[in-house]
């Protein structure tokens, strides 16, 4: 039966805090949905993706209020509405949508995830110690961060009073206020220890977090493990395709070329031209893609250009595109691209990072249900989902975690891991 359900604003989000169960052998499943019919038959912890993230803030209220209502009336216990580590995405609207929803006067709300240095303090949102309107998350071009004040925040598509609050202590007093109470935490300890005294005497019908505060909630719950999850196969190869614009993945890629890794940018026309590989110059670019994947153990596919993407940016408001239409086309063309080349011998294990990419990969190939396994390392996820009735392993992360080495440590591991597989 049904004990807790999330709901994450997009694909990435909704596999990096349903690994946090599912790899301690909690039934888990993860589906993308607007809306959703609770039976029996679902898992202990379901995680639905609504992809609200780039929606209206009134549009994603409305999906996440009508969800929370459902499963409330469904009897699930729990609804911890994920939120964006870097405070992303439709972040008030949701929050109030999910509280209303659920009936109760007050939501917890703890954004958190010091494990991956995004802390709270003084109720400012930090990544590393720098404010993250002053990250690289303030400088992204589609969906930058204005504030670090997480209740300022809140209230630029909330009427709802928040307040922030210093970490509890894990037997002490939550403050009697209604609306979203925002909890600091600088590491770890206090993270679970405000965790502890909110749950100490009752079960919270309504929470929010992200994927760090995620991880407590398996012992918070009392949710017990059914037995460890089996990895999938992997390949020494390794495909990434690349359709975040963060300057960390970038950053990654870079350090992964310089390592040896293939790498080829799309260019605008393949990027933004919705029936590009459809023509005879889209044969010539896909067979190029397939040769060089031949060729290279570790591949990149990458949707940014080699300079500062201003080439694309220009090409697409030539055509009248808007950032949102130019987001889109550039995902589904990844999405194009690996429909073209799944069921290439050299494939290998697949990277996929940014939510939109993940998502329209998916898509394109008829894929409904991707099963996260395990964590490789904090917020980069291992995944397995069917095509075709052929298994494949696919490494899952948002544009902004991991350290800059980490596509070459990666493929080390796939090499380890394949030769220990091979004795």
Do not use: W
Request: glycine share 10%; with cysteine.
């Amino acid at each position: 039966m049904l004990r807790l359900l999330i709901l994450a604003d997009d694909f990435t989000g909704a596999l990096d805090t349903g690994v946090r169960f599912a790899a301690r052998g909690i039934p888990t499943q993860v589906l993308t949905a607007k809306a959703h019919h609770f039976t029996e038959e679902d898992a202990e912890v379901l995680v639905i993706d609504t992809e609200t993230r780039h929606l209206s803030p009134k549009e994603a209220g409305k999906i996440v209020r009508a969800l929370t209502e459902s499963a409330i009336h469904a009897g699930v216990s729990c609804v911890y509405k994920k939120t964006d580590s870097a405070l992303r995405g439709n972040v008030g609207a949701e929050l109030e949508a999910a509280l209303s929803g659920s009936g109760e006067s007050v939501l917890p709300f703890l954004p958190a995830f010091p494990e991956l240095g995004r802390t709270t303090v003084g109720g400012r949102q930090y990544i590393n110690g720098i404010p993250v309107n002053e990250s690289p998350f303030g400088k992204d071009p589609f969906e930058p961060v204005r504030t670090a004040e997480v209740a300022t925040l809140l209230g630029l598509q909330s009427s709802l009073p928040a307040e922030s609050f210093p970490p509890l202590e894990a037997n002490g007093t939550v403050p009697s206020r209604r609306g979203i109470l925002i909890f600091d935490a600088g590491s770890e300890e206090e993270l679970f220890a405000s965790g502890r005294a909110l749950f100490r005497d009752t079960v919270p019908r309504v929470l929010a977090g992200c994927a760090g505060f995620a991880a407590y909630l398996p012992e918070l719950l009392g949710l017990g493990a059914r037995g460890d999850s089996n990895l999938p196969e992997l390949s020494p190869r390794l495909l990434v395709l690349c359709g975040s614009v963060n300057p960390i993945t970038r950053r990654q890629l870079s350090v992964a070329a310089d390592e040896g890794f293939g790498h080829v940018h799309l260019t605008p026309q393949e990027k933004v031209l919705p029936d590009f590989f459809a023509t005879a110059a889209g044969d010539v670019a896909l067979q190029a893609l397939r040769e060089q994947l031949r060729e290279h153990p570790h591949f990149i596919i990458d949707s940014n250009d080699a300079g500062d993407n201003t080439e694309t940016k220009n090409y697409a408001e030539n055509l009248g595109l808007s950032l949102d239409e130019l987001r889109f086309r550039i995902a589904n063309a990844l999405g194009t691209v690996l429909a073209e080349l799944i069921e290439e011998p050299a494939l290998g294990t697949l990277l996929l990072t940014g939510g939109d990419t993940l998502l329209q990969c998916m898509n394109a190939l008829g894929v409904r249900k991707v099963e996260p396994v395990g964590e490789l390392e904090s917020g980069i996820v291992l995944c397995r989902f069917s095509y075709r009735g052929k298994e494949h392993a696919v490494i899952t992360k948002s544009g902004g975690f991991g350290e800059e080495d980490l596509l070459p440590r990666l493929a080390r591991f796939l090499e380890k891991k394949t030769e220990g597989e091979k004795r």
